[in-house]
Protein backbone atom coordinates (compact mmCIF):
# COMPACT_ATOMS: atom_id res chain seq x y z
CA UNK A 1 0.00 0.00 0.00
CA UNK A 2 2.88 2.40 0.96
CA UNK A 3 4.64 1.80 -2.18
CA UNK A 4 1.74 1.97 -4.34
CA UNK A 5 0.58 5.85 -3.02
CA UNK A 6 4.27 6.55 -3.59
CA UNK A 7 4.18 6.03 -7.07
CA UNK A 8 0.66 7.28 -7.19
CA UNK A 9 2.00 10.59 -5.54
CA UNK A 10 4.99 10.71 -8.13
CA UNK A 11 1.68 10.73 -10.56
CA UNK A 12 0.03 13.01 -9.24
CA UNK A 13 1.83 15.52 -6.82
CA UNK A 14 2.61 18.96 -7.55
CA UNK A 15 6.45 19.77 -7.42
CA UNK A 16 7.01 21.39 -3.36
CA UNK A 17 8.36 25.04 -3.16
CA UNK A 18 11.21 26.01 -1.41
CA UNK A 19 13.85 24.08 0.98
CA UNK A 20 14.03 23.01 4.46
CA UNK A 21 16.67 25.28 6.55
CA UNK A 22 19.80 23.72 7.09
CA UNK A 23 20.17 21.31 9.63
CA UNK A 24 23.68 20.19 11.29
CA UNK A 25 26.27 18.06 9.66
CA UNK A 26 24.92 14.42 10.90
CA UNK A 27 21.67 12.93 10.07
CA UNK A 28 18.88 13.80 12.89
CA UNK A 29 16.49 10.22 13.44
CA UNK A 30 13.50 11.21 15.26
CA UNK A 31 10.84 8.83 16.99
CA UNK A 32 7.79 8.38 14.60
CA UNK A 33 5.01 10.28 15.73
CA UNK A 34 1.14 10.74 14.10
CA UNK A 35 1.70 12.21 11.07
CA UNK A 36 4.97 9.87 10.36
CA UNK A 37 3.36 8.41 7.30
CA UNK A 38 2.90 4.63 8.77
CA UNK A 39 5.83 4.68 11.15
CA UNK A 40 8.67 5.69 8.80
CA UNK A 41 11.29 7.90 10.99
CA UNK A 42 11.90 10.97 10.32
CA UNK A 43 15.24 11.80 8.61
CA UNK A 44 17.06 14.67 7.73
CA UNK A 45 19.86 14.82 5.63
CA UNK A 46 22.17 17.41 3.69
CA UNK A 47 23.24 17.67 0.12
CA UNK A 48 26.84 19.32 -0.62
CA UNK A 49 26.51 20.71 -4.83
CA UNK A 50 28.92 21.56 -6.71
CA UNK A 51 26.61 25.00 -8.51
CA UNK A 52 26.26 28.82 -7.29
CA UNK A 53 23.22 29.80 -6.21
CA UNK A 54 22.79 32.35 -9.09
CA UNK A 55 22.86 29.24 -11.51
CA UNK A 56 18.86 29.12 -10.96
CA UNK A 57 18.40 25.95 -13.31
CA UNK A 58 21.31 23.66 -12.23
CA UNK A 59 20.92 24.48 -8.48
CA UNK A 60 17.14 24.66 -8.59
CA UNK A 61 17.23 21.28 -10.05
CA UNK A 62 18.99 20.58 -6.66
CA UNK A 63 16.61 22.54 -4.72
CA UNK A 64 13.64 20.34 -6.61
CA UNK A 65 14.74 16.83 -5.33
CA UNK A 66 15.18 17.51 -2.17
CA UNK A 67 11.29 19.17 -2.33
CA UNK A 68 9.93 16.26 -4.51
CA UNK A 69 11.69 13.87 -1.82
CA UNK A 70 9.99 15.66 1.38
CA UNK A 71 6.99 15.74 -0.82
CA UNK A 72 7.17 11.87 -1.64
CA UNK A 73 7.71 11.22 2.49
CA UNK A 74 5.12 12.93 3.73
CA UNK A 75 7.51 15.42 4.67
CA UNK A 76 9.41 12.64 6.81
CA UNK A 77 12.85 12.44 5.16
CA UNK A 78 14.12 15.94 4.14
CA UNK A 79 17.19 16.83 2.63
CA UNK A 80 18.86 20.60 2.79
CA UNK A 81 20.64 21.83 -0.72
CA UNK A 82 23.86 23.78 -0.05
CA UNK A 83 25.32 25.71 -2.81
CA UNK A 84 29.06 25.63 -3.61
CA UNK A 85 31.13 26.31 -0.70
CA UNK A 86 28.62 26.14 2.10
CA UNK A 87 29.53 22.63 2.92
CA UNK A 88 32.50 21.65 0.51
CA UNK A 89 34.37 23.60 -2.35
CA UNK A 90 32.63 22.76 -5.76
CA UNK A 91 35.03 20.25 -7.31
CA UNK A 92 35.71 18.09 -3.62
CA UNK A 93 31.61 17.20 -3.82
CA UNK A 94 32.84 13.55 -4.12
CA UNK A 95 35.37 13.44 -0.96
CA UNK A 96 32.68 15.22 0.98
CA UNK A 97 29.82 12.66 0.29
CA UNK A 98 32.73 9.68 0.87
CA UNK A 99 33.89 11.16 4.25
CA UNK A 100 29.99 11.44 5.18
CA UNK A 101 30.22 15.56 5.95
CA UNK A 102 27.07 15.32 3.50
CA UNK A 103 24.73 12.29 2.98
CA UNK A 104 24.28 13.24 -0.81
CA UNK A 105 25.52 15.59 -3.44
CA UNK A 106 24.48 16.96 -6.54
CA UNK A 107 27.68 17.06 -8.88
CA UNK A 108 29.33 15.82 -12.14
CA UNK A 109 31.16 13.03 -12.39
CA UNK A 110 34.16 13.66 -14.74
CA UNK A 111 35.02 16.62 -12.13
CA UNK A 112 36.60 13.65 -10.55
CA UNK A 113 38.40 12.14 -13.65
CA UNK A 114 41.71 12.52 -11.39
CA UNK A 115 40.84 9.93 -9.01
CA UNK A 116 39.49 7.30 -11.78
CA UNK A 117 39.44 8.43 -15.58
CA UNK A 118 36.60 6.15 -16.29
CA UNK A 119 34.61 8.75 -14.17
CA UNK A 120 34.20 11.12 -17.39
CA UNK A 121 31.79 8.36 -18.81
CA UNK A 122 29.39 9.27 -16.14
CA UNK A 123 29.08 12.72 -17.41
CA UNK A 124 29.71 13.44 -21.06
CA UNK A 125 32.76 12.37 -23.84
CA UNK A 126 34.34 14.13 -26.18
CA UNK A 127 32.29 13.32 -29.65
CA UNK A 128 30.14 10.89 -27.71
CA UNK A 129 26.57 10.46 -27.35
CA UNK A 130 24.05 13.62 -27.13
CA UNK A 131 21.22 14.04 -24.22
CA UNK A 132 18.94 10.65 -25.38
CA UNK A 133 21.49 8.83 -26.69
CA UNK A 134 23.21 8.93 -23.32
CA UNK A 135 20.35 7.98 -21.43
CA UNK A 136 19.65 4.97 -23.81
CA UNK A 137 23.44 3.68 -22.72
CA UNK A 138 22.96 4.53 -19.02
CA UNK A 139 19.33 2.78 -18.58
CA UNK A 140 18.75 0.35 -21.74
CA UNK A 141 22.77 -0.87 -22.56
CA UNK A 142 24.08 -0.94 -18.91
CA UNK A 143 26.30 1.70 -18.36
CA UNK A 144 24.92 2.60 -15.54
CA UNK A 145 25.50 -0.37 -13.84
CA UNK A 146 28.93 -0.30 -14.87
CA UNK A 147 29.54 3.22 -13.99
CA UNK A 148 28.33 2.62 -10.30
CA UNK A 149 31.07 -0.05 -10.38
CA UNK A 150 33.56 2.92 -10.21
CA UNK A 151 31.23 4.42 -7.37
CA UNK A 152 31.26 1.45 -5.19
CA UNK A 153 34.87 1.83 -4.91
CA UNK A 154 34.52 4.91 -3.03
CA UNK A 155 31.36 4.13 -0.75
CA UNK A 156 29.44 5.95 -3.32
CA UNK A 157 25.71 5.38 -5.41
CA UNK A 158 25.21 7.22 -8.15
CA UNK A 159 22.01 8.46 -9.99
CA UNK A 160 21.65 10.48 -13.48
CA UNK A 161 19.86 13.42 -11.82
CA UNK A 162 20.08 16.21 -14.57
CA UNK A 163 20.82 17.19 -17.97
CA UNK A 164 22.03 19.97 -19.84
CA UNK A 165 21.89 18.98 -23.41
CA UNK A 166 23.96 19.53 -26.27
CA UNK A 167 26.59 22.17 -24.79
CA UNK A 168 28.45 24.92 -26.35
CA UNK A 169 31.97 25.21 -27.42
CA UNK A 170 33.04 28.17 -25.42
CA UNK A 171 33.88 31.58 -25.03
CA UNK A 172 37.34 33.19 -26.72
CA UNK A 173 38.85 36.36 -25.85
CA UNK A 174 39.93 36.08 -30.20
CA UNK A 175 38.93 34.34 -32.81
CA UNK A 176 40.94 30.81 -33.36
CA UNK A 177 40.85 29.20 -36.83
CA UNK A 178 43.31 26.33 -36.64
CA UNK A 179 44.99 24.02 -33.90
CA UNK A 180 48.21 26.31 -33.91
CA UNK A 181 46.01 29.08 -32.98
CA UNK A 182 44.46 26.75 -29.97
CA UNK A 183 47.88 25.96 -28.87
CA UNK A 184 48.47 29.37 -27.45
CA UNK A 185 45.11 29.45 -25.43
CA UNK A 186 44.61 28.79 -21.58
CA UNK A 187 40.85 27.49 -21.34
CA UNK A 188 39.09 26.20 -18.61
CA UNK A 189 37.55 22.89 -20.09
CA UNK A 190 36.98 20.12 -17.25
CA UNK A 191 36.76 16.16 -17.51
CA UNK A 192 38.56 14.30 -20.55
CA UNK A 193 37.18 17.29 -23.36
CA UNK A 194 40.36 19.29 -21.10
CA UNK A 195 42.52 16.35 -21.64
CA UNK A 196 41.85 16.20 -25.48
CA UNK A 197 42.95 20.29 -25.60
CA UNK A 198 46.26 19.58 -23.76
CA UNK A 199 46.84 16.72 -26.53
CA UNK A 200 46.32 19.21 -28.90
CA UNK A 201 49.02 22.06 -27.52
CA UNK A 202 46.41 24.35 -25.13
CA UNK A 203 46.52 24.64 -21.68
CA UNK A 204 43.26 23.33 -20.21
CA UNK A 205 42.16 24.08 -16.75
CA UNK A 206 39.43 22.51 -14.23
CA UNK A 207 37.98 25.66 -12.83
CA UNK A 208 34.45 25.48 -11.09
CA UNK A 209 32.13 27.83 -12.38
CA UNK A 210 32.15 30.44 -9.61
CA UNK A 211 35.61 31.30 -10.55
CA UNK A 212 35.30 31.12 -14.42
CA UNK A 213 34.03 35.15 -14.95
CA UNK A 214 37.04 36.07 -12.63
CA UNK A 215 39.94 34.08 -14.84
CA UNK A 216 38.25 35.78 -17.95
CA UNK A 217 38.37 39.29 -16.30
CA UNK A 218 41.95 39.07 -15.13
CA UNK A 219 43.77 36.89 -18.01
CA UNK A 220 44.12 34.03 -16.00
CA UNK A 221 42.52 31.98 -18.86
CA UNK A 222 42.07 33.16 -22.87
CA UNK A 223 38.72 31.01 -23.21
CA UNK A 224 35.82 29.02 -21.01
CA UNK A 225 33.49 26.69 -21.40
CA UNK A 226 30.56 26.04 -19.27
CA UNK A 227 27.59 24.97 -19.96
CA UNK A 228 25.17 26.77 -23.13
CA UNK A 229 23.06 30.48 -23.90
CA UNK A 230 21.37 30.80 -20.70
CA UNK A 231 23.75 29.58 -17.47
CA UNK A 232 26.75 31.43 -19.27
CA UNK A 233 24.69 34.62 -19.79
CA UNK A 234 24.02 34.16 -15.97
CA UNK A 235 27.29 34.12 -15.39
CA UNK A 236 28.53 36.97 -17.43
CA UNK A 237 31.17 34.91 -19.76
CA UNK A 238 30.38 37.28 -22.55
CA UNK A 239 31.40 40.27 -21.12
CA UNK A 240 35.11 39.70 -21.62
CA UNK A 241 34.92 37.23 -24.47
CA UNK A 242 33.08 38.21 -27.52
CA UNK A 243 33.07 35.54 -29.21
CA UNK A 244 30.88 31.92 -28.85
CA UNK A 245 31.86 28.66 -30.47
CA UNK A 246 30.25 25.54 -31.31
CA UNK A 247 30.15 22.97 -31.39
CA UNK A 248 30.41 21.34 -28.21
CA UNK A 249 32.00 18.64 -29.19
CA UNK A 250 33.78 18.13 -25.40
CA UNK A 251 30.28 17.65 -24.15
CA UNK A 252 27.48 16.51 -26.91
CA UNK A 253 25.61 15.32 -23.84
CA UNK A 254 26.10 16.79 -20.05
CA UNK A 255 24.85 14.57 -17.33
CA UNK A 256 24.65 15.57 -13.77
CA UNK A 257 24.38 13.33 -10.80
CA UNK A 258 22.85 12.65 -7.40
CA UNK A 259 25.32 11.19 -5.48
CA UNK A 260 25.05 9.19 -1.87
CA UNK A 261 26.58 8.05 0.77
CA UNK A 262 26.65 3.77 0.91
CA UNK A 263 26.18 3.39 4.68
CA UNK A 264 23.64 6.81 4.57
CA UNK A 265 21.59 4.98 1.53
CA UNK A 266 21.66 1.42 3.41
CA UNK A 267 20.31 2.79 6.43
CA UNK A 268 17.18 4.15 4.72
CA UNK A 269 13.29 3.02 4.56
CA UNK A 270 12.94 1.69 1.19
CA UNK A 271 10.20 3.94 0.76
CA UNK A 272 12.78 6.74 1.04
CA UNK A 273 14.85 4.67 -1.51
CA UNK A 274 12.15 5.04 -3.90
CA UNK A 275 11.47 8.71 -2.72
CA UNK A 276 15.17 9.72 -3.83
CA UNK A 277 15.34 7.27 -6.66
CA UNK A 278 12.36 8.70 -8.36
CA UNK A 279 13.40 12.36 -7.80
CA UNK A 280 16.71 11.91 -9.42
CA UNK A 281 14.67 10.58 -12.63
CA UNK A 282 12.06 13.18 -12.64
CA UNK A 283 15.15 16.13 -12.65
CA UNK A 284 16.77 14.25 -15.48
CA UNK A 285 13.88 14.85 -17.31
CA UNK A 286 13.18 18.09 -15.92
CA UNK A 287 16.12 19.42 -16.48
CA UNK A 288 17.26 19.14 -19.91
CA UNK A 289 13.64 20.50 -20.84
CA UNK A 290 14.14 23.42 -18.61
CA UNK A 291 17.36 24.50 -20.65
CA UNK A 292 16.47 23.71 -24.13
CA UNK A 293 13.51 25.85 -23.56
CA UNK A 294 15.70 29.10 -22.09
CA UNK A 295 18.56 28.42 -24.44
CA UNK A 296 16.73 29.29 -27.51
CA UNK A 297 15.62 32.68 -26.27
CA UNK A 298 19.03 33.50 -24.31
CA UNK A 299 21.28 32.84 -27.00
CA UNK A 300 19.07 35.43 -29.12
CA UNK A 301 19.86 37.95 -26.38
CA UNK A 302 23.33 37.44 -26.14
CA UNK A 303 23.87 37.89 -29.97
CA UNK A 304 21.54 41.04 -29.75
CA UNK A 305 24.05 42.51 -27.39
CA UNK A 306 26.92 41.96 -29.57
CA UNK A 307 27.74 38.25 -29.03
CA UNK A 308 29.49 36.55 -32.22
CA UNK A 309 28.51 33.16 -32.99
CA UNK A 310 31.29 31.15 -34.49
CA UNK A 311 31.48 27.64 -35.99
CA UNK A 312 35.08 25.81 -35.11
CA UNK A 313 37.13 25.28 -38.10
CA UNK A 314 36.90 21.55 -39.93
CA UNK A 315 40.77 21.87 -39.25
CA UNK A 316 39.98 22.51 -35.34
CA UNK A 317 36.99 19.79 -35.17
CA UNK A 318 39.51 17.05 -37.20
CA UNK A 319 41.88 17.48 -34.96
CA UNK A 320 40.09 16.74 -31.53
CA UNK A 321 38.38 14.54 -32.65
CA UNK A 322 41.66 12.60 -33.04
CA UNK A 323 43.06 13.29 -30.42
CA UNK A 324 39.80 12.12 -28.41
CA UNK A 325 40.42 8.48 -30.36
CA UNK A 326 44.30 8.34 -29.70
CA UNK A 327 43.41 9.47 -25.87
CA UNK A 328 40.76 6.68 -25.78
CA UNK A 329 42.73 4.00 -26.96
CA UNK A 330 45.84 4.71 -24.86
CA UNK A 331 43.82 4.73 -21.77
CA UNK A 332 41.90 1.45 -22.32
CA UNK A 333 45.42 -0.02 -22.94
CA UNK A 334 46.50 1.46 -19.54
CA UNK A 335 43.33 1.25 -17.10
CA UNK A 336 41.35 -1.99 -17.24
CA UNK A 337 38.53 -0.50 -15.34
CA UNK A 338 37.88 2.00 -18.25
CA UNK A 339 38.76 -0.64 -21.04
CA UNK A 340 35.77 -1.95 -20.00
CA UNK A 341 33.42 0.67 -19.71
CA UNK A 342 35.16 2.27 -23.29
CA UNK A 343 34.21 -1.32 -24.38
CA UNK A 344 30.90 -1.07 -24.00
CA UNK A 345 30.41 1.91 -24.19
CA UNK A 346 32.21 2.56 -27.74
CA UNK A 347 30.05 -0.41 -28.94
CA UNK A 348 27.08 1.20 -28.13
CA UNK A 349 28.07 4.38 -29.73
CA UNK A 350 28.25 2.76 -33.41
CA UNK A 351 24.86 1.11 -33.10
CA UNK A 352 23.15 4.38 -32.11
CA UNK A 353 24.86 6.68 -34.70
CA UNK A 354 23.73 4.19 -36.95
CA UNK A 355 19.91 3.69 -36.22
CA UNK A 356 20.51 7.49 -35.29
CA UNK A 357 21.67 8.57 -39.04
CA UNK A 358 18.73 6.33 -40.11
CA UNK A 359 15.82 8.68 -38.26
CA UNK A 360 17.20 11.31 -36.52
CA UNK A 361 19.65 12.71 -39.04
CA UNK A 362 17.38 12.06 -41.73
CA UNK A 363 14.63 14.36 -40.03
CA UNK A 364 16.82 16.71 -38.94
CA UNK A 365 18.13 17.71 -42.56
CA UNK A 366 14.60 17.53 -43.58
CA UNK A 367 13.45 20.16 -40.99
CA UNK A 368 16.28 22.66 -41.05
CA UNK A 369 16.37 22.64 -44.64
CA UNK A 370 14.51 25.59 -44.55
CA UNK A 371 15.40 27.28 -41.80
Known amino acids: MKRRRLFNQLTLGAIGAGVASACSSSPKVFTPNSSSGGGNPRIEWRMATSWPENLDIVFGTAQRMCDRISELTQGNFSITAFPAGGIAPPLEILDTVQAGTAECGHTAGYYYTSKNRAFAFATSMPFGLNPHQHVAWLYGAGGLELIRGIYSAFGVLNFPAGSTGNQMGGW ?38 NEILLGLERGNIDAAEWVGPYEDEKLGLNQYAPYYYYPGWHEPGTTYELIVNQAAWDRLPVEYRQALELAAFEAQVKMLAEYDAANREALQRLISSGTELISYTPEIIQGARKAANDLYAEYASQDASFKQIYDNWNAFRGGIYRWNSVNERSFAELIFSDT
Request: hydrophobic share 40%.
Open 172 to 209: FRNKVNSVSEMQAIKMRMPGLGGEVLKRMGAEAQNMPP
